[in-house]
């Protein structure tokens, strides 16, 4: 409950971030420069969470996390979905799913870690990669989506 409060704490604006942006690559972009800054500027807290996480996972996997209340994530989901929901009505619904799920691989603290801890990135390269990954991952499903001719996407890992 704790970390929870702090997390909470932590994501602050990021949870009523608005765009009135029709154009889904910039409403990504804007998201990432409202979002980014305040997930490094409360790293440690972040980081800290996705321990929690990852150790109520193996204890829950090892059968021993007994009645402790299982840390929940996934602010990311919605305000992902949010970004590009200009592109709802334009891509097939598992299209639209698929390229939710292949930006929140580069959205969050995880970015961090692997931007920064294994990259050595420092925090300017690392929001230019991460945004410059977001644009090419929105673009790609558009050209996708018209190049297809409204056939499927592959399969989402959820389906």
Request: net charge negative; glycine share 16%; hydrophobic share 45%.
């Given at each position: 409950a704790l970390v929870q409060a702090v997390v909470d704490e932590g994501l602050?604006?990021?949870?009523?971030w608005k765009s009135a942006s029709?154009?889904?690559e910039r409403r990504v972009v804007e998201l990432f420069d409202?979002?980014?800054p305040r997930i490094e500027a409360f790293e440690a807290t972040f980081k800290a969470a996705l321990k929690l996480s990852l150790d109520q996972w193996a204890r829950r996997q090892?059968?021993?996390?007994?009645?402790e209340p299982a840390f929940t994530r996934g602010h990311r989901v919605d305000l992902l979905k949010?970004?590009?929901?200009?592109?709802?009505h334009r891509l097939p619904p598992r299209e639209f799913k698929r390229l939710a799920q292949a930006l929140s691989l580069i959205f969050g603290v995880e970015v961090l870690i692997i931007l920064k801890d294994i990259w050595g990135l420092d925090s300017r390269k690392m929001m230019s990669v991460a945004q410059w990954a977001a644009g090419a991952l929105v673009r790609a499903a558009v050209m996708e989506s018209v190049t297809e001719g409204g056939r499927s996407a592959p399969a989402t890992a959820t389906e």
């Open positions: 602050g604006p990021i949870l009523t029709a154009d889904p409202t979002a980014m090892a059968g021993t996390l007994g009645g949010d970004a590009i929901a200009p592109l709802k």
